[in-house]
């Protein structure tokens, strides 16, 4: 079954630290990949996706992902948090043919200052 | 451009009680979608539309009805709200329904 799993349901960093976010993907063919973003009261806004090409994806905010096949991961990377960075993360999937996209259960990001 | 549009952005509701939450997208995209969200459980599909005149269901569509006789529009209708409908519920648009969904900002029910 196509499914998107994140493993990590809450993260807490400091401000101005490194921060990478997890995404694992099980698909029978390589599906388009998306990174969601969503502030408390908010809805989702999207921060970078990945159809084919380039393994590595900017996207807005500063915010980077990398597609790695052999690992079956989209992980969202940020080379240093802002205390705005603060919010849940969500990590979406989808491929040719399927009913719909797929949402992983979402991390929630903590920003220590 | 106002994106995906909905309406109410709270609602309290007595068991029992029906009502429509409104969405309306000026994207002219052809795929609509409802979801709710729970603590824990991410996004779940309630319904969809691939197009006016065309829906189908998602996973959860127990309790809810939708139509789509616009391009524009896709209301979500709670026939008999009960207490496990409350949640936060999302609409959301794309070109189809593997492309980037845009997302409205939310409604959050709560049923009494």
């Known amino acids: 079954a196509q499914s998107v799993t994140q493993p990590d349901i809450h993260i807490t960093v400091s401000e101005g630290a490194s921060l990478e976010l997890r995404c694992n993907y099980s698909?029978?063919?390589?599906?388009?990949l998306f990174w969601y973003v969503q502030s408390p009261g908010q809805g989702l806004q999207l921060l970078l996706k990945y159809f084919s090409g380039d393994t590595l994806v900017q996207g807005i905010k500063g915010f980077e992902a990398e597609f790695k096949r052999s690992q079956s991961s989209f992980n969202l990377r940020k080379p240093s948090v802002h205390w705005s960075d603060a919010a849940g993360y969500f990590c979406?999937?989808?491929?040719?043919?399927?009913?719909?996209?797929?949402f992983g259960q979402g991390t929630r990001l903590t920003i220590n200052p | 451009n106002a994106g995906v549009t909905q309406t109410p952005k709270f609602q309290v509701l007595k068991t029992g009680q029906s009502m429509t939450l409104q969405c309306a997208q000026d994207?002219?995209?052809?795929?609509m979608s409802w979801y709710r969200q729970d603590p824990g459980m991410g996004l779940r599909l309630i319904h969809y539309s691939v197009g006016a005149g065309i829906t189908d269901q998602g996973e959860v569509p127990n309790g809810y009805n939708v139509s789509r006789s616009t391009t524009e529009d896709f209301p979500l209708r709670l026939l008999s709200a009960a207490p496990s409908q409350t949640s936060v519920y999302f609409c959301?648009?794309?070109?189809?329904?593997?492309?980037?969904?845009?997302f409205g900002q939310g409604t959050r029910l709560t049923v009494v």
């Open positions: 979406a999937g989808g491929i040719q043919g399927a009913q719909k996209l797929v």
């Open positions: 959301a648009s794309s070109i189809d329904r593997n492309t980037e969904a845009f």
């Open positions: 994207m002219n995209h052809e795929y």
């Open positions: 698909y029978g063919a390589t599906p388009y």
